[in-house]
């Protein structure tokens, strides 16, 4: 009996070393698992990729080690030296520490950058428990079951092990969890006479608006050529007349399941908040316009900036229509941070009550979601044409502001051709008539093509910018709106915003370029007038103060318009903090014609 106790314990002792080995094991390809999830989802050229990736060639290193000490382990001929056991040990040590670094990096870049969803984390965590469990149940299989004498504890251990598995698995395929609205809804202007109606839920659905006309209620539902698409992120596409006819839309989703002919069966739908729409101008004859650029958010938290200038300019003019003009992150685009930052803030400038338009920044051309973006927002293209009232909008995506071969896009761009693409397409545009409209292009950069605001940091290409100022010129532009300088400016041909750079404004149509955020000194953002022919500006900070036009503004008794517009040679001066003045109307008046 005391024979059969000690063969049981040392059995028990063996199995119990292999399982901790195993259990390492685990631990050190979890750590690898998290470290790459957290590295492709968040990298960005500020963040050290040098760093990031020798430590998860080091995980590699380790797990590798560790999974080779829990094998030889299995094998009783296999004699390993005493110094193995020392050797394993900091090894699982090394593991451990990983695991935990993993999830601790992730948990935190998941709260503060939201670079990954909530529910993207549950399904990467249902998808992780499958594989694991399949693993685990394949080693218990061929190295413990045969270890463990007592019936009942293997029959214990499979079920354990089969539960692992189905559990994450029904999840999955059932799609069970509770789904809500996540964001308000943003109607964005998406050219060929239609709006999307872009908002997102916690959990992949099929977003559904609701209106009534007539006294009869209609839906429609996001789609992709007709079919269902199943996101969180909805877009739903309706035709403007409908949407201003209707004057009021319902957000809402229908929960899905598997099965059916076509793979998934719609179930319950679940309305949320109705929205007021006012797609009209309140005045005939003037376009009230809110433009935000530039704030690169960070943190949901960030939105502030927007929400604060929103508050004092909507005090001043509620807005027809709002200008968003790209880089609403500083880093990589994801769904995520399509869904705080474009969605989120969009709805914090228009309350869902008036039309957006988006215009992509050079920094939204980066992650893994750039690909995705003219669909979440249920564009067709990203370059585009629209017009309210009398005021012709013509949308341009310029994308990144270096050249395709520069070495932080590491052969990943094609960015030239695409803005090829758009020359074409320009070329082919109709001539404005500048009696009935107001002809206004909107591009994250005053100019088209990859230099860069100041001398010596882009590769200039001269080429493209030339065919996009003859191609506006031709079209009968009449004003450029543009972020990416980080200040406020109105250019003319030649002006400069570096006064030892080469010259900024290239095209012989003047530009407005709307404020933004750097640091601690602030953000702005404009309030447009529009009437036919002149616009009229304001610029708010986010304490409300006007910074342009104000009091302290003044004639230059120094100015020389012989020489060219420079930080020191202005035609006027002013005090704001943020505002740069290039020959900026006394008045805020702005003559287009």
């Not at 049981?8 to 690898?32: L, N, Q, V």
């Not at 500020?46 to 797990?63: D, G, K, Q, T, W």
């Not at 007709?226 to 229908?254: K, M, N, Q």
């Not at 601690?520 to 036919?532: D, E, I, P, S, W």
Request: hydrophobic share 40%; aromatic share 12%; with cysteine.
């Amino acid at each position: 009996m005391s024979k059969a106790k000690a063969v049981y314990e040392k059995t028990s002792t063996i199995a119990m070393h292999k399982f901790i080995a195993f259990g390492f094991a685990a631990f050190a390809a979890f750590a690898c698992a998290f470290w790459f999830s957290a590295h492709t989802h968040i990298v960005h050229h500020y963040e050290p990729r040098a760093v990031f990736v020798s430590i998860f060639v080091l995980m590699i290193i380790n797990a590798t080690a560790v999974l080779t000490f829990a094998v030889l382990q299995c094998f009783e001929k296999i004699k390993l030296p005493k110094w193995s056991g020392i050797v394993a040990t900091v090894f699982y040590i090394i593991s451990f520490i990983c695991f935990i670094l993993g999830i601790v990096f992730n948990v935190v870049r998941y709260d503060t950058w939201h670079s990954v969803s909530g529910g993207d984390l549950i399904m990467y965590s249902s998808v992780a428990f499958i594989f694991v469990g399949f693993v685990l149940f394949l080693v218990y299989s061929l190295f413990f079951h045969s270890s463990i004498q007592s019936k009942k504890i293997q029959a214990i251990v499979a079920l354990v092990l089969t539960f692992s598995i189905l559990l994450p698995t029904t999840l999955i395929v059932a799609n069970v969890g509770s789904t809500n609205l996540e964001t308000g809804a943003v109607v964005f202007e998406v050219g060929d006479d239609m709006y999307s109606v872009v908002f997102a839920t916690s959990r992949p659905a099929v977003g559904v608006i609701e209106y009534e006309i007539d006294g009869e209620t209609r839906t429609r539902i996001s789609s992709i050529n007709g079919r269902p698409h199943i996101s969180r992120v909805h877009a739903v596409r309706i035709p403007r007349d409908t949407l201003r006819l209707a004057g009021e839309y319902t957000v809402g989703f229908y929960s899905y399941r598997r099965g059916g002919m076509y793979g998934y069966v719609l179930t319950n739908r679940t309305m949320g908040e109705s929205f007021s729409f006012y797609g009209t101008p309140q005045t005939a004859g003037e376009l009230i316009v809110h433009a935000h650029a530039d704030w690169h958010s960070n943190r949901v938290s960030d939105n502030v900036h927007v929400r604060a200038t929103t508050a004092q300019m909507s005090a001043q003019e509620t807005p027809d229509l709002v200008l968003i003009l790209g880089d609403a992150t500083s880093i990589n685009i994801t769904e995520q941070r399509f869904v705080d930052y474009i969605i989120g803030t969009g709805y914090v400038a228009t309350g869902g009550s008036v039309p957006a338009i988006y215009v992509r920044g050079n920094h939204e051309t980066r992650g893994a979601g750039l690909h995705q973006i003219a669909q979440m927002m249920g564009k067709r293209s990203l370059f585009f044409q629209t017009q309210i009232d009398n005021f012709l909008f013509t949308m341009f995506d310029n994308a990144e502001d270096k050249r395709d071969c520069h070495p932080e896009y590491q052969g990943f761009s094609a960015y030239y051709h695409h803005r090829e693409e758009q020359i074409m397409w320009l070329n082919r545009l109709a001539p404005s008539n500048p009696n009935e409209v107001t002809h206004i292009a909107l591009n994250h950069m005053t100019w088209f093509g990859t230099r860069t605001a100041y001398a010596g940091t882009g590769w200039n290409d001269t080429h493209q910018e030339t065919q996009w100022n003859q191609g506006l010129a031709n079209a009968n532009v009449d004003l450029i709106i543009a972020g990416h300088v980080h200040s406020h400016h109105i250019l003319f041909y030649g002006d400069r915003i570096n006064p030892n750079g080469a010259a900024t404004h290239t095209s012989q149509i003047p530009a407005i370029i709307v404020g933004g955020s750097t640091g601690n000194l602030g953000y702005v953002a404009n309030l447009m007038r529009f009437t036919h022919g002149a616009v009229e500006l304001q610029v708010f900070n986010e304490q409300g103060i006007i910074e342009y036009p104000n009091q302290e503004f003044e004639p230059n008794p120094y100015f020389n318009p012989a020489q060219p517009v420079t930080s020191t040679n202005q035609r006027y001066r002013l005090t704001g903090n943020w505002v740069r003045q290039y020959r900026l109307p006394a008045d805020g008046v702005l003559q287009l014609r």
